[in-house]
């Protein structure tokens, strides 16, 4: 497996990614960000699979920014396939949610997300987050060997 350098931001809801998108390039965080709107897009991403059948499966992303509540498979199944499985267990991932539910937060740990980030609902908050995870898991965090 090799680090693609890229960001995978699984979010279905278009505001959202926006200041994500527009957070990330306000502090120069250049990484490819790849976008897909529910979890089974997500793992078709990450195994390369259905739609996205011809992307390099051993590129895999250096970090993964996972909503919870997603369309057609949700955050908590897409982190359990993807800690389950060899090819993308070591991936950070961190929950990027609007959810403020405690057991939200325990099963994104208990299933092996490493971080857990509820979204903030001001704008100013929402970039400042965005931001701070883009230099933190990309320029301060050291992966694992590939």
């Known amino acids: 497996m090799n ?13 959202d990614e926006e200041l ?13 960000v790849e976008v897909v709107r529910d979890g089974v897009e997500a ?9 996205h059948a011809d992307r390099d499966p051993k590129a895999i992303p250096s970090v993964i920014l996972l909503d919870l509540k997603l369309p057609k498979l ?3 199944d897409v ?14 991932v961190v929950v990027l949610t609007s959810s403020n539910e405690e057991k939200d937060i325990l099963s994104s740990y208990g299933l092996g997300a490493n971080s857990f ?10 970039m400042e ?11 301060t965090n050291e992966p694992p060997p590939s």
Not at 20 to 32: D, G, I, M, P, Y
Not at 43 to 51: H, I, N, S
């Open 74 to 76: 949700g955050g908590l």
């Open 129 to 139: 987050a965005a931001q701070q995870l883009g230099l933190y898991w990309l320029v």
């Open 79 to 92: 982190l359990r396939r993807v800690r389950a499985d060899e090819r993308t267990r070591r991936i950070p």
């Open 20 to 32: 994500t998108l527009r957070a990330f390039k306000k502090s120069k965080v250049l990484n490819q």
């Open 3 to 15: 680090r693609a350098n890229t960001i995978l931001l699984v979010e279905d809801n278009a505001d």
């Open 43 to 51: 793992l078709d991403y990450l195994f390369a699979t259905g739609a």
């Open 117 to 126: 980030v509820r979204k903030p609902v001001d704008f100013a908050q929402f």
